[in-house]
């Protein structure tokens, strides 16, 4: 069982950075991949970025290419989300995800192959 908890997220400018983290719970966290994804009001929840159990593969969405980065510390239990360059398009909850922790190699992008979700923070980009 893996719990995970967000946090960084707050009102910022057009054009501004913010940092969002994830705790996560228990000893098997090196061994999951984990995602970012958002939801805006009215929308469905969409990918943003993962990031492989092994740390060192990433993919993105192409809304996000070049303006976020998606990192994890093992020793720490944590991933990462550095966005920078926001828009207001990116105003949305923003979600932590940790997949079964089976060690896959291939990256999961799609909300139904993860098995642990965060409770989410908001994140609102003003023009």
């Known amino acids: 069982q893996v719990q995970l908890v967000e946090s960084g997220g707050g009102l910022v400018q057009a054009g501004g950075s913010l940092r969002l983290s994830c705790a996560a719970s228990?000893?098997?966290?090196?061994?999951?991949?984990m995602g970012w994804f958002r939801q805006a009001p009215g929308k469905e929840r969409e990918f943003v970025a993962t990031i492989l159990w092994s740390g060192g593969s990433t993919s993105y969405a192409d809304s996000v290419k070049g303006r976020f980065t998606i990192s994890r510390d093992n020793a720490k239990n944590t991933v990462y989300l550095q966005m920078n360059n926001l828009k207001p398009e990116d105003t949305a909850v923003y979600y932590c995800?940790?997949?079964?922790?089976?060690?896959?190699?291939?990256?999961?992008?799609?909300?139904?192959?993860?098995?642990?979700w965060g409770q989410g923070t908001q994140v609102t980009v003003s023009s």
């Open positions: 995800a940790a997949d079964s922790g089976s060690g896959s190699y291939y990256y999961k992008t799609y909300t139904y192959e993860y098995d642990y």
């Open positions: 228990g000893r098997t966290f090196s061994r999951h991949n």
